[in-house]
């Protein structure tokens, strides 16, 4: 056997078992999305054991039931928020189309809305009910959470035991440095939510909009969403208004919507280039090419090809 086809043979296998690896993942999802869960937690609880001097088994309770509150409380504001506007918008639906029915922009104006608020009722309904049917894979993934962060004490990549000892090292690596990738990630995306919802609860109190927090958080809460945005609520809102003869708050919707855009962008630049050691110009180009050539999806990639960008950077042949 050559060395052509003894390469291609282990290539093969090494594929094979990356698929076999990924179909587990899949298959035992609440086990394996609480092992990576409590991998990205373990600081948190390595520093209340080491720092604040806490038992070891008592801060994974604190800090498991911190983490898990934390989910309930967003989940009940998030459902307080949606009692709280939903019902006034579809007044205001109501009375705008027995006012302005016969508009010729009317029917795509109201297509484009019902299908928002559709999507919005539709997503909440169904999270709830998923959640409601998945207890007892909830449970599962709170009892694998505890102890995935019990083995972290003694080896923070123990999952690694079962896999092949041939493959093991260089998997650890890519896995350290994808949820390293993933913590950047999140981090970035929690200060884009925070400033995006000052921004947004500053705007709509100065308009003496109601209830400006709850809007504020579901717009927020949208805008960190993947193909969701602030756009996708105050532009429908602005054009309400124009049709409505309340210029002054149309202008001053799109006014609020440009400036929280512009900002969250240069923040969201600086955030990164600050994360990747980049400029912030550079950073800002980066992002700004990767939408161009990509629309959209272009968003989600920009990260990577940041990661890209300081590979190149750190590369020899760029070197001063």
Not at 40 to 57: A, E
Not at 60 to 87: D, E, K, R, Y
Not at 95 to 109: E, G, M, N, Q
Not at 237 to 249: E, I, K, M, R, S
Request: overall charge positive; aromatic content about 18%.
């Amino acid at each position: 056997m050559n060395k052509n086809s003894l390469f291609s043979s282990k290539s093969t296998i090494r594929f094979s078992v990356i698929i076999i690896y990924l179909i587990v993942i899949l298959a035992i999802l609440p086990i394996s999305s609480a092992i990576f869960l409590a991998y990205l937690i373990f600081p948190i609880v390595n520093f209340c054991n080491t720092k604040l001097k806490i038992p070891y088994l008592i801060a994974i309770c604190l800090v498991s039931f911190f983490i898990f509150s934390l989910f309930a409380l967003l989940g009940f504001i998030l459902f307080q928020s949606l009692v709280q506007i939903l019902p006034s918008i579809q007044t205001n639906i109501t009375s705008f189309s027995t006012t302005y029915i016969s508009h010729p922009l009317f029917p795509v104006f109201i297509e484009k809305l019902a299908t928002i608020l559709d999507t919005v009722v539709m997503f909440s309904a169904s999270l709830a009910k998923n959640i409601l049917n998945s207890i007892f894979e909830l449970l599962i993934f709170i009892i694998a959470f505890y102890f995935a962060l019990y083995e972290s004490k003694k080896n923070r990549l123990w999952f690694f035991a079962f896999t092949p000892k041939s493959l093991r090292s260089v998997w650890q690596h890519y896995f350290t440095k994808s949820m390293q990738l993933l913590s950047y990630f999140i981090n970035v995306g929690f200060q884009l939510f925070t400033l995006t919802f000052i921004l947004l609860s500053c705007g709509l109190t100065a308009l003496q909009f109601d209830a400006p927090i709850s809007k504020a958080f579901l717009i927020s809460l949208a805008d960190a969403l993947p193909f969701l945005g602030i756009g996708l609520f105050l532009i429908p809102a602005a054009v309400y208004f124009f049709f409505t003869d309340q210029l002054l708050l149309c202008v001053a919707l799109l006014v609020l919507y440009i400036f929280i855009q512009v900002t969250r962008q240069l923040a969201e630049s600086k955030l990164w280039a600050h994360t990747f050691q980049l400029r912030m110009v550079h950073t800002f180009f980066i992002s700004a090419a990767s939408i161009l050539l990509f629309g959209i999806y272009g968003i989600l990639l920009s990260p990577i090809f940041l990661v890209i960008a300081v590979k190149v950077k750190q590369s020899s042949i760029f070197e001063r």
